[in-house]
């Protein structure tokens, strides 16, 4: 009994088939949670005892400001979490959404009394590609940045190959954030 049909053996008209049947299925997506609110709040501000958080409505005026700074999609509801230490103002803490390429990458931006960041981080990203964004080294380059010193993605903030748009947009989330902070009042006037 042979096990061959045409030349081609069992396995191989398996493989072949199960290739062809592959190729056509769309990609799925890998949501990965990798933080919570909760823990990013803890990461950014070690030192708070208390965190007292309110949900921001964006108003059309404020979104077409924002789109000033740096246009991307974003959901236009931006959670707003202040930390404090005692009486002392620690700073702010948002959390928002920016498009990946198609899905929504959720993130926090932690921005300090001095307004400048603290800290960025991923904390849910649904993307097939370009979850490179959370390593430590890329994020590191928002730290220390301000409103009043911009920065530009492709110079100021690299590239990841392979997640382009991802590094773009979340760039353009982090602009139009420290633009909100400011906005809101909550970042010090820079001394001329």
């Known amino acids: 009994m042979s096990d061959t049909c045409n030349g081609w053996t069992r396995f191989s008209l398996v493989a072949v088939a199960g290739a062809t049947t592959s190729a056509l299925l769309p990609p799925t997506v890998e949501a990965a949670q990798y933080m919570s609110v909760e823990q990013a709040q803890k990461a950014a501000f070690p030192e708070a005892d208390r965190f007292e958080a309110q949900t921001l409505r964006l108003t059309p005026e404020q979104i077409k400001a924002l789109d000033s700074v740096a246009a991307v999609r974003q959901r236009g509801e931006i959670r707003r979490i202040e930390a404090w230490a005692g009486n002392k103002a620690l700073g702010t803490l948002y959390v928002d959404d920016v498009i990946g390429k198609v899905e929504w990458v959720t993130y926090a931006l932690a921005v300090g009394a001095d307004g400048s960041v603290r800290s960025l981080e ?23 940045r301000r409103i009043d010193q911009p920065f530009r993605f492709g110079e100021d903030i690299k590239n990841i190959s392979g997640a ?25 006037v820079p001394a001329r």
């Open 164 to 188: 382009t748009l991802s590094c773009a947009h979340l760039t353009a989330g982090a602009q139009r954030l420290l633009a909100l902070h400011a906005q809101l009042g909550k970042s010090p």
């Open 122 to 144: 991923i904390l849910e990203y649904r993307e097939t590609h370009g979850y490179e964004v959370r390593t430590p080294s890329w994020r590191r380059q928002f730290s220390g």
